[in-house]
């Protein structure tokens, strides 16, 4: 194990690269070859691991924790535009530059390839590709919800749209959401002021838009980072949800 700016650098032999849900359908050979062409990196809560501008030379996979995505605005400020989550990819396979900063929201875990081995990967490999593919779908879709989340005019509304988005598309993500007593809990992966900032709102207005939420029976708030959902269908209308789908996929 060794120090490179920006993280712990580790062997990725073993790392559970099978884990990771895009590469499921991955033949094990294949497997045995990323991890060849693989390092994975581990970086505390608040490390850059990336910067806006940068062209790195690797692919890179989320395999354990949250990343946020961060933009400069025209005066400096950092604004956060969206999160990686286990299992999303970064990098540019055409070497370009970074359009985001990306940075560790909590204690993380990426897989970085070299780009051009895992570039001559994909085009050797139909079900590595389809992987890709499947991920840059998603992450599409994603955006798509984001947008339409941040087109709520009430923060509470923004709010209902984040934890829903929580559930839908983060559901299957280890330790966001659990199963109760017929109802369930999300844990909150992100800061208060974090949440804000996504949410284009004051971290003071996120907790009133909590307590809003928790009042009408929507949500409990178990603690800080742990919500639970009591009425998603009520959470959907609140967020005037649309094309979003409140239900597991």
Known sequence: MVRERGGILHSCVGCGLAQVP???????????????????????????VAREGEAPDRICCVVKGIL??????????????????????????????????????????????????????VLRSPALGQGVLVNLRSELERARDWMAILAIPKVRGRLAGFLLALCSRFGGVSAVKSFGHGTFEVKIPISRADQANLLGARPESISRAYHALADDGKIAILRPDLIEIRNIEALAAEADEGEMDARDR
């Open 22 to 48: 895009w590469l499921a359908n991955v033949p094990a050979e294949t497997l045995q070859e990323l991890a060849a062409i693989c390092r994975r990196k581990s970086f505390r809560a608040g490390e850059t």
């Open 68 to 121: 946020r995505m961060q933009k400069t605005l025209g005066d400096g400020r950092q604004h956060i535009v969206g999160l990686l989550f286990e299992g999303d990819i970064f990098g540019s396979m055409d070497g370009g530059s970074l359009a985001v900063s990306i940075e560790a929201a909590s204690d993380a875990e990426v897989c970085a390839f070299q780009r051009e081995p895992f570039k001559t990967l």
